[in-house]
């Protein structure tokens, strides 16, 4: 059995840990875990949004927090000097799909400059060991045949302002990693690639669990824009563990652990349409119509080969996608009867990581 949970919960108790972007979904989440592994966490990231799960769980109760940009290199730099982190985790980024087609300027500047600005920060900190770039899926170049895509197939997706930018990041990212951080042999960088990411708590409109879930409060049919669509329905509790696990690997054994790592559950890709029947085992009453496709191309399959995860890392999804979507549905029904946010992510955290 791999011991990723019970290794991460030991080894980052105390551990100086930088976050950006943890007023964002996943940051929000990784905010809560690193509080319950007794971190020492400063999170660098733009105000949350007023409805979002960082709003709800109280979120600067749990993180020193620093609101600042990315492209603030002065601010970024203080941050970074001030604080001396050993461990880095880069979740910032401009990452709606469609928002970035609308803005592709800001999608650029976050993205790319913003990370640029993050890895010069960072090569002038001597206390910095560990660096985990979080990247998507969506860099891969699409593949013909669309066979689950390995860390070894090539980046540079150009399809979109979001997919081209985020492949720009990695590919400053590896630049800085061969020029400046690699040279050094103390610092470990790597770069993650993880798919469709569910849990409770999440906000943005334009992503399916809000809008099934939202659907359900209005009593309306949820507007489905790709039903055929194949995607890694993955819980936020597997991913960020898998980061966390990178993160840790980096920093006792630098050389070794410095690649890309895909991050995904064990179930193969499933269909958006899956993803609502799923949900409606636990709200029958959900209803579902034809929605408007996005302006920004979509790839129809995208799927994740882990192997190499699975080999080399001693981590492993825990929960199937059956069961991310259980999880989801009961982050929902206990918000709806009253229970505080922050009590139901901690119940569900505790879960993942202290029970088998």
Not at 3 to 18: A, D, I, P, T, W
Not at 177 to 194: C, E, H
Not at 207 to 225: E, H, S, Y
Not at 282 to 302: D, Q, Y
Request: aromatic share 8%.
């Amino acid at each position: 059995m791999k011991n990723s949970r019970k290794n991460n919960l030991k080894f980052y108790k105390g551990r100086r840990v930088l976050v950006t972007g943890h007023t964002g979904f996943k940051g929000s989440w990784l905010t809560l875990i690193l509080k319950h592994f007794g971190a020492d966490a400063v999170g660098y990231a733009l105000p949350p949004p007023e409805d979002g799960l960082y709003q709800q769980i109280n979120g600067d109760l749990h993180i020193k927090n620093v609101t600042g940009d990315l492209t603030d290199r002065t601010l970024l730099g203080k941050t970074v000097r001030e604080f001396q982190p050993e461990i880095v985790l880069h979740l910032a980024a401009y990452c709606i799909v469609e928002e970035c087609f609308e803005d592709p300027v800001r999608a650029y500047a976050s993205n790319v400059l913003g990370t640029v600005h993050l890895l010069e920060a960072l090569r002038e900190c001597p206390s910095v060991r560990s660096i985990v770039m979080v990247s998507t899926d969506k860099v891969y170049q699409e593949n013909a045949d669309h066979a689950p895509y390995k860390e070894t197939d090539p980046i540079g997706n150009t399809s979109s302002p979001y997919c081209s930018s985020k492949s720009c990041a990695e590919f400053a990212a590896r630049d800085y990693w061969n020029s400046f951080f690699k040279p050094k042999q103390t610092v470990g960088m790597a770069l993650t690639r993880a798919g469709n990411v569910i849990a409770g708590g999440e906000h943005t409109k334009s992503r399916i669990v809000n809008c099934i879930l939202t659907a359900l409060d209005k009593r309306k049919p949820v507007a489905l824009r790709h039903p055929e669509q194949l995607r890694h329905w993955q819980s936020v509790l597997d991913v960020l563990d898998g980061y966390l696990t990178i993160g840790r690997l980096l920093y006792e054994e630098p050389k070794r652990y410095s690649e890309a790592w895909n991050i995904a559950s064990l179930n193969k890709a499933k269909s958006v349409s899956w993803l609502m029947q799923a949900m409606q085992q636990h709200f029958p009453e959900l209803t579902s119509t034809k929605g408007e496709h996005l302006k920004a191309s979509e790839e129809e399959v995208l799927e994740l080969d882990i192997s190499k995860a699975l080999e080399r890392l001693d981590w492993e999804p825990r929960l199937s996608c059956e069961q991310a979507v259980q999880n989801v549905a009961d982050f929902y029904k206990r918000q709806k009867a009253g229970q505080e946010i922050y009590d139901i992510c901690l119940r569900q955290i505790k879960d993942y990581y202290e029970n088998e």
